[in-house]
């Protein structure tokens, strides 16, 4: 009881956050910078393409659905005067994806920021991706690990012409990183595991595992200019609760959920801010805090296996 306490701590002291001590007002001028974003049309990814068009970014919004994608594009540049570009990506399936980051790459040589900001959260585990992987782990992981992969050459050029002379991964994470900070290697397709697991944990599994990965990014391209950071954005009113039940979504909602802009914070600072560079590899907390991530997201080994598999997973869509 003990050590599931102390492993618990971190994420019950994120969940009640102090007052910011940042706000999207100390963002730097942004002209000339390309940024993309996936899940960008609603929630914290919409809240954070305002704050990156407010700042003179050009920014690819990528979504699935058109419609809402061209909807928030709208609201967006009614709101900022700026007009942020539609990036067709659908992260469920992982041809689609390589289609997405072709796409991008025939219009943009150069990426500078690269926010990994989409998710699916407790999704009912008899949903699957096309390539046969639980939607979570498929969208959450392994699409978003592709993605990455496709447009490394944008981003290595991208840290040519920046300011700074880098360019940056910002991955979305969660408090949930601490819930279950393990890889179950039999859960990320159908086997019975994963009715042992329940949707909640394989979610929470997929937001460790997102920190395991920025790490590694962080490890084995931080000598050519790639700043990696994970973020949990903190405890939010969001589209992710669409498959929290009524009564889970009124208990979150009256204890511990808070209004999206401030979950657009700490992305924002890792994604823009020049102290951030001190960061590579490292887990930033709400309102836009250096914090530590579970202690298991630091073992060398389980990242050097995470790696090694997800490469595998996706060699075939990198020829």
């Given at each position: 009881?003990?050590?599931?306490?102390?492993?618990?701590?971190?994420?019950?002291?994120?969940?009640?956050?102090?007052?910011?001590?940042?706000?999207?007002?100390?963002?730097?001028?942004?002209?000339?910078?390309?940024?993309?974003?996936?899940?960008?049309n609603s929630g914290i990814g919409k809240e954070t393409v305002?704050?990156?068009?407010?700042?003179?970014?050009?920014?690819?919004?990528?979504?699935?659905?058109?419609?809402?994608?061209?909807?928030?594009?709208?609201?967006?540049?009614?709101?900022?005067?700026?007009?942020?570009?539609?990036?067709?990506?659908?992260?469920?399936?992982?041809?689609?994806?390589?289609?997405?980051?072709?796409?991008?790459?025939?219009?943009?040589?150069?990426?500078?920021i690269l926010f990994l900001n989409a998710g699916i959260m407790?999704?009912?585990?008899?949903?699957?991706?096309?390539?046969?992987?639980?939607?979570?782990?498929?969208?959450?992981?392994?699409?978003?690990?592709?993605?990455?992969?496709?447009?490394?050459?944008?981003?290595?050029?991208?840290?040519?012409?920046?300011?700074?002379?880098?360019?940056?991964?910002?991955?979305?994470?969660?408090?949930?990183?601490?819930?279950?900070?393990?890889?179950?290697?039999?859960?990320?397709?159908?086997?019975?595991?994963?009715?042992?697991?329940?949707?909640?944990?394989?979610?929470?599994?997929?937001?460790?595992?997102?920190?395991?990965?920025?790490?590694?990014?962080?490890?084995?391209?931080?000598?050519?200019?790639?700043?990696?950071?994970?973020?949990?954005?903190?405890?939010?009113?969001?589209?992710?609760?669409?498959?929290?039940?009524?009564?889970?979504?009124?208990?979150?909602?009256?204890?511990?959920?808070?209004?999206?802009?401030?979950?657009?914070?700490?992305?924002?600072?890792?994604?823009?801010?020049?102290?951030?560079?001190?960061?590579?590899?490292?887990?930033?907390?709400?309102?836009?805090?250096?914090?530590?991530?579970?202690?298991?997201a630091l073992d060398n080994e389980l990242g050097e296996k995470?790696?090694?598999?997800?490469?595998?997973?996706?060699?075939?869509?990198?020829?």
């Amino acid at each position: 009881m003990g050590n599931s306490l102390a492993i618990m701590r971190p994420a019950i002291d994120q969940c009640w956050p102090p007052k910011p001590q940042f706000s999207p007002d100390q963002i730097p001028d942004l002209t000339g910078r390309v940024v993309a974003i996936t899940g960008g049309n609603s929630g914290i990814g919409k809240e954070t393409v305002k704050a990156l068009l407010q700042h003179n970014a050009k920014v690819y919004l990528g979504a699935r659905n058109k419609s809402k994608a061209e909807a928030a594009i709208k609201e967006l540049k009614e709101e900022t005067g700026k007009e942020a570009i539609f990036w067709e990506i659908d992260l469920s399936s992982l041809a689609a994806v390589r289609k997405g980051a072709e796409e991008f790459l025939s219009k943009e040589k150069e990426l500078h920021i690269l926010f990994l900001n989409a998710g699916i959260m407790w999704s009912p585990l008899d949903q699957f991706t096309p390539d046969g992987y639980d939607l979570q782990w498929g969208t959450n992981i392994v699409a978003h690990f592709l993605l990455t992969k496709l447009l490394m050459p944008a981003l290595l050029a991208g840290k040519e012409t920046s300011p700074d002379h880098h360019a940056r991964i910002i991955t979305t994470s969660s408090t949930g990183a601490y819930f279950y900070p393990w890889i179950q290697w039999d859960s990320f397709k159908d086997h019975p595991i994963r009715h042992k697991m329940g949707t909640k944990d394989i979610y929470f599994q997929s937001k460790f595992a997102g920190v395991v990965v920025a790490k590694e990014f962080a490890k084995r391209y931080g000598g050519d200019g790639i700043i990696s950071i994970s973020v949990n954005p903190g405890n939010l009113k969001t589209n992710l609760q669409q498959n929290a039940s009524s009564f889970e979504y009124k208990i979150l909602s009256v204890l511990l959920l808070y209004p999206a802009p401030l979950g657009a914070l700490t992305q924002l600072w890792g994604g823009t801010m020049p102290e951030a560079l001190n960061y590579n590899g490292g887990f930033l907390i709400p309102w836009a805090r250096v914090g530590k991530p579970p202690k298991q997201a630091l073992d060398n080994e389980l990242g050097e296996k995470l790696w090694n598999y997800l490469e595998n997973e996706v060699k075939d869509y990198l020829k």
